[in-house]
Structure formats: C-alpha cells, structure tokens
C-alpha cells in the first residue's frame, strides 16, 4: 500500500505555480528587513530590492539566465547578491500521477558541492570578482518531489520533477574575491599539474572539472604554462591581497 501523505489535497498545487516552494522559501529568508519583492529595477524586476542591500536574485537553476539582468543591475551601480541553492542532502518524494499518495520516500545518494557547481557557476563568470558582486552558495537540506506521470526523464524513469522544499537549517558559502575561488584549489594538488590531477584529488568527474577549472583561468586563479604528453599543465597565478 503506497502511504498517505499528512497533508490535505491542497497543501501543494505541484506545479501549478511560477515559483517552486525552495525559491519562496528563499526568497522570505533572504529578505531584508527593508527590503521589496518583485521590484522594478534597472529595467529588470528584482527577487529583492533593498535600500541598504541592493539587489537579492534566487535562483535555483540555471545561473546564466541571470546575465541580462545582472550586467543592467551593475550598469546602474547596484550591489547585486546571487543565492544559488545547493543540495548538500535530499529527500525524493514520489506521487502516483494524481498527487495523492506518497508511492516512495528515500534518501538520494547524491550530494551538491561547490567545487563541482561550475557548470552552473562559470556562467557568470566575468562578474564573479566585480566588487559590488557576491555569489552566495545555499547548502540546503531538501525535499524533492516527484510525479509518476511518465512525462519527466528517461533518467528519471519518466518522473517529473513538481517541487523542491527546504527542509530546516542550511550553511553558506560566500564567494565574493579571488581569494575566494583560489581556496577552491586543493592545497594536496602539486604544479604544475593536470586539472585531471586536481580532478582526482576533488573527486570530480572529467565535466565538472572541466568547468571549475575553465572558470578559474578566465578570473585569473589559473594559467597554462606548458603540455606533458596532450594535456595543459597548469599552475597557481600570483594573487594580490
């Protein structure tokens, strides 16, 4: 027998809105005492817009949706702060496809880091040193929901993906200057090296690796300075305090 859900039918409309629950959970936390929601500025609408803050954007997914507005906020001379949701711990929740039932709850094995969020990260990567920008990485615990409707992923086994929840407490990384994203490289990796070395050390796949260290090069944390066989040797840039 699948097991009941305790809560009523309308607790959740799946789907049926603009925001996911983790992006208004968010979006209430990280409002400031001062602070708007869905405000008109620079052109774009605000998340939050904050006399003493500046501009505050959720976004859960997909960084690089945030460029346009991002590069007007900056233009306008605005402080801009990026909250970007990482899955330190998740629930998967599965319902039958009338989202009525619980059919499934476990624990997914998987787990958000930052070194390994660079796919997404990299996207903004020519804002990440302007001082009046700051990416803040949420490491959330979460509920994630699924639909046995058979429209979602074949990854996913044709589940669909209705909602993201946030489950207590969370901690934050602060990336705002080059000292920042320097820390990222492990101290254990020995130059010059191979970002598969490095890769190795982090236990990252060939991709995420990739991005990280693709990022680092463009923000001047990394250069090349030769080949051993087909790869780059790359090492540490001399940075300014």
Not at 51 to 71: D, H, S, W, Y
Not at 150 to 156: I, L, Q
Not at 171 to 184: T, V
Request: aromatic share 6%; charged share 30%; glycine share 8%.
């Amino acid at each position: 027998m699948p097991e009941q859900e305790p809560r009523s039918q309308d607790a959740f409309k799946f789907g049926e809105l603009r925001e996911r629950s983790l992006h208004k959970q968010l979006k209430a936390l990280y409002r400031p005492d001062d602070g708007e929601a869905e405000w008109p500025v620079a052109g774009s609408v605000a998340d939050l817009w904050s006399p003493t803050a500046g501009v505050i954007e959720i976004q859960t997914r997909t960084l690089g949706k945030l460029r346009t507005k991002i590069t007007g906020y900056l233009a306008a001379g605005l402080t801009v702060t990026v909250v970007h949701p990482l899955a330190a711990h998740r629930t998967i929740v599965t319902w039958n496809a009338e989202k009525t039932e619980v059919l499934s709850r476990r624990k997914s094995p998987k787990t958000e880091r930052v070194e390994a969020a660079f796919r997404e990260i990299g996207a903004l990567w020519e804002f990440l040193l302007n001082p009046k920008f700051r990416l803040i990485l949420a490491m959330v615990r979460e509920t994630e929901h699924r639909c046995a409707d058979g429209k979602g992923s074949w990854r996913r086994q044709g589940k669909s993906k209705i909602d993201r929840v946030l489950d207590g407490e969370f901690e934050e990384r602060l990336l705002k200057g080059i000292q920042d994203y320097a820390s990222l490289i492990p101290q254990n990796w020995q130059e010059p090296g191979t970002s598969r070395e490095m890769g190795e050390i982090l236990s990252l796949g060939t991709g995420e690796i990739q991005a990280l260290v693709s990022c680092l090069k463009k923000i001047g944390v990394l250069e090349v300075c030769g080949k051993r066989g087909r790869a780059d040797l790359l090492r540490r840039l001399a940075l300014s305090s």
